[in-house]
């Protein structure tokens, strides 16, 4: 048979482009696609537009070789495969980007003049990259750490990069402790181990010496550090910025994400779990949730306090491990982010996306935060070794929408062809072009600040209590939430090898609340110490007097407990894209299947239907339903609840198949949302836990598909029943 000839493609590069209708179109999409491709119905080619007749076969000297030097195709192909690696970001490495928008609700030009947050009508086009902080690129999504939330904003000002945490503090107040940090928290230089893992000597030796630590570890090691979802996390600045308004009047400002599906976390073992079935998942469950449109969707809020509260309270807020309490300054909710597009190319936008802190606008600048002010140093620097040079900025995903003009020139990689004779200002041979821009054309303007100071190498006492917020944030956990704490740090310290540094930390911990420490001594077959050996800050300077670090008196502005820090007090009120499993096998009640999914689905659920093997079961009306995964595949820690459906044979399949009765346990386990019709109760019975619960709310058992959809619906909004956890009847 002849081959079908390719026809000759003759397109020039605007005519391709025209293919690529990005959705949704705005400033940065439009200008995205000018260097997007799209390889269907086109012809391949070499790097330099040569059409390529054999990609299969490199140029021989006769069919069993030696291949040619000469082969310039073959040549160019596995060069650039050789090359094709750039060094992963030195922390953050494993990470996930989305497009999006953002619209701001009200004008807030009373407190800032920046553009985007000025004009109700804007939409701002926006990319964001969700990131572990210590593993490498491939690493699971699931482990125990902080998350990063870095936000980039496309504005008509230039780009506005919000680079912050899923937790609203840091381990340290200074940058100059950050590569410690980052050493200590990393796999341990010897042998490289463990990977994505806080629980090892060299964390909890750095972390036991670092008092000012305290507050960030109990965020770290609750359940904020175990999202769910990138969808259901908050996203904080952390450090204090400032807000600008036009008449040059500055505010402080604390920034946040508040996700609108809550924020919620999943079990420490079940986390473990997910590590191995799909350590994808928080990559995926993102993916997914975009492309079938469930879009992500987050609100900016803003806790705004007037210059002349600077010192109103018990903490400073230049110190990065503290918070402002959003009962002492309440978070406005000012606006709304919805993450709609994924990213074409995972490396050309999410690897190459270079965020930095640096990146202001007119209407948002720094404060003093030494952290803050460390970090404006740093994010530039590493995209130099990181992008390979100093035209990063020229990469599509970090080009603001706007077009820029200024006098740098050259470099690897330059892109831009500059025309003219001048790059450089002043200048007559150019009529100065391009121009400097006044303040009130909105050139940018550092705020000017007054200052009057030796310089030291210091930290003001205000900086010295590092406990009572650790301690409001223990406070204000429920008690499943407490027990979490407790049990992460046993498991942590429990990895720790050597003991003095246990000892050490039992020490901190004393300091936050000691029945918090007495609980982890316990595990760990400690003794807490004595009261005149606890540690203080150990973090002092070579002539530094130690006596004058000590930890300040506890302070809480009257503060005992802040309910906003608790998971437990989240909204509850959805099951929208939430994953659901149904277990059935051949011989099914069709409608006892159909029903619920049909109802679950209704209320925006993604709903799989599960059985012994894949393809197809049939009902006992002879019904065909499809089935999406088998137990081979699936697993429970990969769904939000499960449902057994009922049908005489199914059921006696479903009790006798280990598989689905372990699918049940673990679930339970997990604290998960459990239905099932009333004819499949004897698939529970054949569980751990059916016999030993009484009244559990999250078990629902019933005949009537109606209210068992609604009872199911409403369990599954609850997220989980951690009450089931202490008599652990699961064992595991
Ligand atoms: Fe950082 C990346 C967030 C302190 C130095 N940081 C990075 C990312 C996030 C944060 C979300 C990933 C951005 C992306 O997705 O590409 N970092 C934080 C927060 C901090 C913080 C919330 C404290 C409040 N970071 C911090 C300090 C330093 C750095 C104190 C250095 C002095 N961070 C970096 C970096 C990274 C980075 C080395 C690695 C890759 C990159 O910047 O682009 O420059």
Redesign the pocket.
């Given at each position: 048979m002849e081959k079908k000839k390719p026809s000759p493609k003759m397109g020039t590069e605007a005519a391709i482009d025209k293919k690529l209708a990005p959705q949704p179109e705005n400033d940065k999409t439009t200008q995205l696609a000018a260097h997007t491709r799209d390889a269907a119905g086109e012809n391949m080619n070499t790097n330099t537009g040569l059409p390529i007749n054999d990609d299969q076969n490199s140029l021989k000297a006769g069919d069993r070789g030696p291949s040619l030097l000469e082969d310039f195709i073959l040549r160019e192909k596995i060069t650039h495969f050789d090359h094709e690696r750039i060094p992963e970001?030195?922390?953050?490495?494993r990470?996930s980007?989305a497009h999006g928008v953002f619209k701001v609700y009200e004008d807030l030009s009373p407190v800032t003049k920046a553009k985007f947050l000025n004009d109700t009508a804007r939409e701002t086009p926006v990319f964001v990259?969700?990131?572990t902080?210590a593993g490498s690129r491939g690493s699971t999504d699931l482990a125990r750490d902080?998350?990063?939330?870095?936000v980039r904003f496309y504005t008509p000002e230039g780009n506005f990069d919000l680079?912050?945490?899923n937790?609203p503090?840091?381990f340290?107040q200074d940058?100059?402790?950050?590569?410690d940090?980052?050493h200590a928290v990393k796999p341990e230089p010897d042998n490289e181990i463990p990977q994505a893992a806080s629980a090892h000597d060299t964390f909890w030796d750095f972390i036991s010496l670092t008092p000012e630590s305290a507050h960030m570890i109990m965020w770290a090691m609750s359940d904020r550090a175990l999202p769910r979802s990138y969808r259901m996390m908050e996203g904080?600045?952390?450090?204090t910025f400032r807000l600008i308004n036009e008449e040059g009047k500055a505010s402080f400002v604390k920034f946040h994400w508040k996700p609108l599906l809550g924020v919620h976390a999943v079990a420490w073992d079940e986390a473990q779990n997910i590590s191995g079935k799909d350590p994808d998942f928080h990559r995926r469950d993102l993916w997914d949730a975009i492309e079938s449109g469930a879009y992500p969707e987050y609100e900016l809020g803003i806790q705004v306090i007037p210059e002349e509260d600077e010192f109103k309270y018990d903490f400073d807020l230049l110190d990065?491990t503290k918070l402002v309490p959003e009962e002492l300054v309440p978070v406005q909710r000012v606006g709304k982010l919805t993450l709609n597009r994924n990213p074409d190319n995972f490396f050309a936008e999410?690897e190459q996306?270079?965020?930095?802190?640096g990146h202001v606008v007119p209407g948002i600048d720094f404060t003093n935060d030494p952290?803050?002010q460390?970090?404006l140093?740093?994010?530039t620097?590493?995209?130099l070794t990181?992008l390979g040079g100093p035209n990063f900025q020229e990469i599509p995903i970090n080009r603001p929408i706007v077009p820029v003009y200024n006098n740098q020139r050259d470099g690897f990689m330059r892109q831009t062809i500059n025309r003219g004779k001048t790059s450089y200002n002043p200048n007559m041979l150019g009529n100065n072009d391009p121009q400097q821009v006044p303040e009130a054309a909105g050139g940018f303007v550092s705020y000017r600040e007054r200052i009057e100071a030796r310089k030291l190498r210091l930290r003001n006492k205000s900086f010295f209590d590092h406990f009572t917020q650790a301690a409001l944030f223990f406070n204000s956990q429920s008690d499943p939430e407490k027990n979490h704490i407790v049990d992460a740090l046993t498991f942590e310290l429990g990895k720790v090898k050597t003991v003095a540094i246990r000892e050490r930390m039992l020490g901190l911990l004393a300091q936050i609340d000691k029945g918090l420490a007495t609980q982890v001594a316990y595990g760990l077959g400690l003794h807490l110490p004595a009261a005149d050996k606890l540690p203080g800050n150990l973090n002092v300077p070579a002539d530094g007097d130690p006596a004058e670090y000590q930890s300040g008196p506890i302070k809480t502005n009257g503060l005992i407990k802040s309910d906003a820090l608790s998971m437990a007090n989240t909204i509850k009120d959805s099951i929208k894209s939430r994953k659901i499993a149904i277990l059935t096998a051949d011989g099914a009640d069709a409608g006892s299947v159909t029903n619920v999914k049909t109802a679950l689905e209704n209320e925006g659920a993604v709903v799989e239907v599960i059985a012994p093997r894949q393809g197809f079961v049939i009902a006992e009306n002879d019904e065909q339903i499809e089935v999406d995964q088998s137990f081979l595949t699936a697993a429970s820690v990969l769904f939000d609840a499960v449902y057994v459906a009922g049908g005489t044979n199914a059921v006696a399949t479903l009790e006798a198949e280990a598989n689905a009765v372990h699918f049940l346990n673990e679930a339970f386990k997990h604290c998960k949302a459990i239905a099932a019709h009333a004819d499949a109760e004897q698939v529970l019975d054949a569980t751990y836990f059916s016999k030993k619960i009484e009244n559990d709310e999250g078990v629902i058992v019933s005949g009537d598909l109606k209210q068992l959809s609604a009872d199911f619906i409403n369990a599954i909004k609850q997220h989980r029943f951690w009450e089931r956890e202490k008599p652990r009847l699961i064992p595991a």
């Open positions: 970001r030195v922390v953050h490495a990470g980007g990259r969700f990131s902080v902080v998350r990063g939330f870095a680079v912050g945490n937790m503090v840091f340290i940058a100059i402790k950050f590569p940090l980052i904080f600045g952390v450090h990065s999410t996306v270079a965020f930095h802190l952290l803050l460390g970090r140093f740093s994010y620097d590493t995209q990181r």
